[in-house]
């Protein structure tokens, strides 16, 4: 098992530039979840979903929009990139039954 | 509103010695769980324990032990003999139902040898 992985590990983008950053899990598990980590601010989570073709906001979510269109796949987009977005984006997921979450290596992406 | 406090900021231990890293969390909910978990240099987060509101019962892993208080509302986790491999950023999180979870700022730890 690959557990949760993350495509693309860095991204450099431009100020008003678009990108998708990938989370892929292959333990079947209903819950994903996308966090970003910023110096002196933990983990603050973006979007969550709780199964295939479901998402909801979490703490943080504007500028940012998701999708899980299949199960083992939830997207996170960033549609006109800001220098406040420069982050460690982490996804994560879990099975409905236990709240222990998986996490993927994360997305180190800087927005100049 | 659910929130998580970890005030210590950055803590350093002469290897061997005991260290306790604090957590204090607020919610309105009678039912939550609470976490934490570590996050070595390397960059991963690893999960290291799950507690639930109705279980108050200290738990102790190897040289892992956490101290859960409802009453302070705090959830304390204590390494015992720290080793150099201990040195990393952990973090306390706390979730209601599972769906949100909130993390604290985080406690970076440093082991020295």
């Known amino acids: 098992n690959a557990g949760v992985t993350q495509t693309p590990k860095f991204r450099v983008l431009k100020t008003g530039q678009s990108m998708t950053l990938l989370c892929a899990q292959d333990?079947?598990?209903?819950?994903m979840y996308w966090y970003r980590q910023d110096p002196g601010m933990g983990l603050r989570l973006i979007h969550y979903?709780?199964?295939?073709?479901?998402?909801a906001k979490g703490e943080v979510p504007d500028g940012y929009n998701v999708s899980r269109l299949k199960k083992q796949n939830f997207l996170l987009g960033l549609e006109s990139a800001a220098p406040s977005q420069t982050s460690v984006y982490f996804c994560?997921?879990?099975?409905?039954?236990?709240?222990?979450?998986?996490f993927g290596p994360g997305t180190r992406l800087t927005v100049t | 509103a659910q929130k998580v406090t970890q005030a210590q900021t950055e803590i350093s231990v002469v290897e061997k010695e005991d260290v306790t890293l604090d957590c204090v969390y607020e919610?309105?909910?009678?039912?939550?769980?609470l976490f934490w978990y570590k996050q070595p240099p390397s960059g991963e987060l690893v999960f290291l324990i799950r507690?639930?509101?109705?279980?108050?019962q200290n738990e102790i892993s190897g040289r892992y032990s956490w101290n859960f208080q409802k009453s302070t509302s705090s959830f304390n986790f204590t390494i015992t003999a720290s080793q150099v491999v201990d040195s990393a950023v952990y973090f306390c999180?706390?979730?209601?139902?599972?769906?949100?979870?909130?993390f604290g700022t985080g406690t970076s730890l440093t082991v020295i040898p």
């Open positions: 994560a997921s879990r099975t409905a039954s236990s709240y222990e979450q998986y």
């Open positions: 333990m079947n598990h209903e819950y």
């Open positions: 979903s709780v199964g295939e073709g479901t998402t």
């Open positions: 919610t309105r909910d009678t039912t939550y769980y």
């Open positions: 507690r639930n509101s109705f279980d108050e």
């Open positions: 999180a706390l979730s209601q139902f599972g769906n949100q979870f909130y």
